[in-house]
């Protein structure tokens, strides 16, 4: 169980009031959010880790679990970077920049980045699984020569389904490697064809014991990414994974995202591979 | 990355697809293996067509392709270093399911496959585990492929943009 | 809420007829008294005025699908043990404000209900299995990561008298999770019915200080040893019992169990047991506007891992079947509650056998799982080849 480190109100079912300020349309159905807070005090006092999300409050319609997207040190303007499908998102896309709406946050587990000094580095996302991650990313090239060797390895759908592409030039530039592919080509795509894991596959690494392995995107995926890093001799415990599941509080008290002894909000979302490994498999858990 | 200097059977040692193969075995195959650069843009082999050569990948990339009426060539999976190009004609007739484009320069290891047919039926020992590594790479090739066909992202990614303000 | 362990008074006796006063001097310390009552045929919790409101007379009958309340004819207070309701329905109501929000010039304001005022409420007649399950929810909304300040306003306000059972029903299995029958501590004030009267105790200052309010004696060794005799009588008539030492992982490792199928197809999934149950904390929040849009609540409601949406996620639901939602009720109840929350979900209070439509008994579920888990132990060290 994970002790919040920033607690925004005493009520954890008290949402803070806040704006979208920017709205980027990333690519068919997925938006990224700026969410500033209105209050500059809560504002300042604003701080999370990578791997946790916030419950974005719309009134009168519901809250939606969203994962922060950001640079840790993004002074009070949060992204979120979501895929427009339920009630609230839908009703957040339609209001746009400028939309009132209601934070809670932060709430789940990090991460290990903070563990990772001297390491080598693997990423390993799917879809918008990169958004989880990207808070990871923002942090290595804040402190580049703290790690090893950095690669991203990011699949999607199709070209138009990757995700912040235009930041992928400046990243390679901190001296992260980074290999995408795509499921399905479009005529002008000149890049890999195939599942990530195959990316994966191919990857030489400098020393598996010395590799921290950190992925998101859909848990079939995410299951074959495990076996082919166990396969390349990736300790266990040095995967970690973000999972999802239906969240309603997101502070463990409501009962839904249990998955097995876990709730995903609480000991999760960002899970080390042995604590999950032996109910991965079981889909109707 | 200079493969001339190496010999064909040090490289073939080396590659994933020989582990098994005892060093007679592999010079046997080496004896029928040619090591070749390719410039991005050659066409390996082409759909449709009879060819008798398979391909070890060593570095480099390739694209496999197949055309469809009116859609023209659509790329279906991008292939690297240690993985295998070409096996119709070691298990199947002959005839290439798929084109291989060469996407970024190339070095490979072509071997003859009617010629490892005839070593096969000499020697089954050779044959055995020579089909056991082809099965091993057609597998792999399936559960990939199957994992692209399962559609992981269709409901990470709409078809298309809803229509909001 | 109840302090810990303040100097043991000796024990007082209450009489019958004075029972009344303990009634009255709640209401002059400004608490709504809670209490058994008849309500449509079963002994329910209710507000109660006075001690006519309590179910004088009136016993229960209980086993799998079952539920009578039988009028026993005698002047008894106390002679049931629990019916469909328990305390959660106070401390964790079925519907509770959680949050407002107003819309401003300038967007929204949040309005917290930590601090709204809540009804001081006076348990009265909390079996031993109740005031386990309430340490249990105390666990559950004070002790995580996230405290419940909802429920801590309520917890902190309510007041607990204890009674302490002087009968089983069949459904009953504390002995077996350790639970009961006695009420040992977490409580105000507690009280064991005689003939006469109530050996009556105190367990908190808030307890010492109503006690010396009340026309009591001090109980004498007789009175003390009856007390003693009726508690016994509860723990003799406990006769089905169920072994759950090594439960948790029985149930952790067992997800594909074929017993499962065999539960599946009597289970109606139809919730009642999660309703009735005392520890079950399953809820849904919710946004009620007004008509305008500009002031809406947020309510938190009760919910059940029953209920086929409950974990619906992403266009499907992850536990589409009955047989998974069972396996996820019992596994997490007697097992990975153990894993967060350090203790067992269960209380042995017999509800959910009692109230369940089909008369699904976990007891029995238990043991069915234990031995197919036996069997196929044994098959695997046999030489009977492949299953």
Same mark, same amino acid.
């Given at each position: ?146 790690? +090893? ?5 990011? +699949? ?130 | ?165 | ?387």
């Amino acid at each position: 169980m994970i002790r919040p480190s920033v607690q925004l109100t005493h009520d954890p079912w008290l949402a803070v009031p806040a704006h979208v300020t920017e709205v980027i349309r990333e690519s068919p159905g997925v938006m990224t959010y700026e969410i500033t807070l209105d209050d500059p005090q809560t504002h300042q006092r604003f701080r999370f880790e990578p791997g946790q999300f916030n419950m974005l409050y719309m009134p009168g319609i519901g809250e939606a679990a969203i994962s922060i997207s950001g640079p840790t040190d993004c002074d009070g303007r949060i992204p979120h970077t979501i895929r427009t499908a339920g009630n609230v998102t839908r009703s957040l896309a339609e209001a746009g920049e400028g939309a009132a709406l209601g934070l809670r946050g932060p709430f789940g587990s990090r991460w290990p980045i903070a563990d990772c000094t001297g390491r080598d580095l693997v990423l390993v996302a799917g879809g918008i699984g990169l958004a989880p991650l990207r808070p990871v990313i923002y942090e290595i090239v804040r402190h580049r020569d703290h790690y +090893g060797s950095v690669t991203l390895l990011y +699949g999607a759908r199709s070209p138009s389904g990757l995700l912040y592409t235009q930041e992928h030039a400046a990243w390679r530039s901190e001296g992260i490697t980074i290999c995408t592919t795509v499921d399905r080509a479009e005529s002008d795509w000149e890049g890999n064809v195939g599942v990530v894991t195959l990316l994966l596959d191919r990857l030489r690494l400098n020393d598996p014991n010395n590799t921290t392995l950190m992925m998101c995107g859909p848990e079939v995926m995410m299951w074959y990414t495990v076996q082919s890093a166990l396969r390349k001799s990736i300790k266990e415990s040095d995967l970690w994974l973000s999972l999802e599941r239906n969240m309603n509080c997101g502070i463990g008290l409501c009962g839904h995202c249990q998955f097995g002894a876990q709730f995903v909000c609480r000991d999760g979302p960002v899970f080390r591979f042995d604590q999950v490994a032996s109910i991965l498999r079981t889909d109707d858990l | 990355m200079k493969y001339s200097e190496q010999s064909i059977q040090e490289l073939l040692e080396a590659a994933q697809f020989t582990e098994g193969l005892s060093s007679e075995m592999i010079s046997g195959l080496a004896q029928h293996a040619r090591l070749l650069k390719v410039e991005a843009g050659t066409v390996l082999f082409a759909e449709g067509e009879s060819e008798d050569e398979i391909f070890v990948m060593l570095s480099g990339r390739a694209a496999l392709e197949m055309t469809v009426p009116r859609r023209g060539r659509v790329r279906l999976l991008t292939v690297g270093p240690g993985e295998l190009l070409g096996w119709s004609g070691l298990v199947d007739e002959g005839i290439m399911t798929a084109t291989a484009l060469v996407t970024s320069e190339a070095q490979l290891i072509g071997l003859s496959s009617s010629r490892l047919l005839e070593l096969s039926e000499s020697d089954h020992h050779f044959g055995y585990r020579l089909m056991r590594q082809t099965a091993r790479a057609v597998s792999r090739r399936l559960v990939a492929t199957r994992l692209q066909l399962l559609d992981l992202y269709a409901d990470m990614e709409p078809e298309s943009d809803q229509d909001l303000k | 809420m109840t302090d810990v362990e303040p100097e043991q008074s000796p024990a007082g006796f209450l009489n019958k007829v004075d029972l009344q006063t303990l009634i009255d001097q709640l209401h002059s310390e400004g608490y709504t008294v809670i209490g058994p009552t008849i309500d449509q045929a079963a002994i329910v919790y209710a507000e109660i005025h006075s001690v006519d409101d309590l179910p004088i007379g009136w016993s229960d009958e209980q086993g799998p699908g079952h539920y009578r309340a039988v009028n026993n004819r005698t002047d008894t207070y106390f002679a049931f043990t629990v019916g469909p309701h328990s305390w959660k329905k106070y401390l964790f109501p079925p519907q509770t404000l959680m949050s407002v929000a107003e819309r401003t010039s300038s967007g929204w304001r949040f309005l917290s209900q930590a601090e709204a005022p809540v009804e001081k409420y006076a348990f009265l007649g909390v079996r031993a299995c109740e005031l386990a399950a309430i340490q249990v929810q105390d666990r559950v909304f004070l002790e995580g990561p996230w405290r419940d300040p909802v429920y801590a306003a309520r917890r902190e306000a309510a007041l607990l008298i204890a009674v302490n059972c002087t009968q089983a029903a069949a459904t009953c299995f504390c002995t077996s999770t350790g639970t009961g029958p006695d009420c040992r501590e977490s409580f105000d004030l507690c009280l064991t019915e005689l003939a006469d009267g109530f050996v009556l105790e105190s367990g908190s200052t808030r307890g010492n200080l109503i006690a010396t309010k009340l026309p009591l004696t001090e109980a004498t060794a007789s009175q003390i040893e009856s007390a003693a005799r009726e508690q016994q009588r509860a723990v003799q008539q406990m006769t089905r019992e169920v072994d759950l030492s090594g439960v948790h992982d029985l149930l952790v490792q067992n997800p594909e169990h074929p017993h499962w199928d065999d539960v599946a197809e009597r289970c109606l999934s139809c919730t009642n047991c999660t309703m009735v149950c005392p520890t079950c904390f399953c809820s849904t929040v919710e946004d009620i506007p007004d008509l305008s849009g500009d002031r809406v609540e947020r309510r938190r409601q009760w919910d059940s891992c029953f209920n086929p949406d409950f974990s619906y996620m992403n266009g499907s639901i992850v536990r589409d079947s009955i047989r998974s939602r069972y396996r996820q009720w019992l596994t997490h109840k007697l097992g990975t509650w153990h894993d967060q929350f350090d203790r067992s979900g269960c209380v042995g209070c017999g509800r959910c056998i009692t109230w369940c439509p089909p008369g699904i008994d976990l007891r029995d579920e238990i043991v069915k799982l234990q031995q197919h888990a036996d069997d196929a132990d044994s098959r695997e060290s046999g030489s009977e080849g492949t299953l």
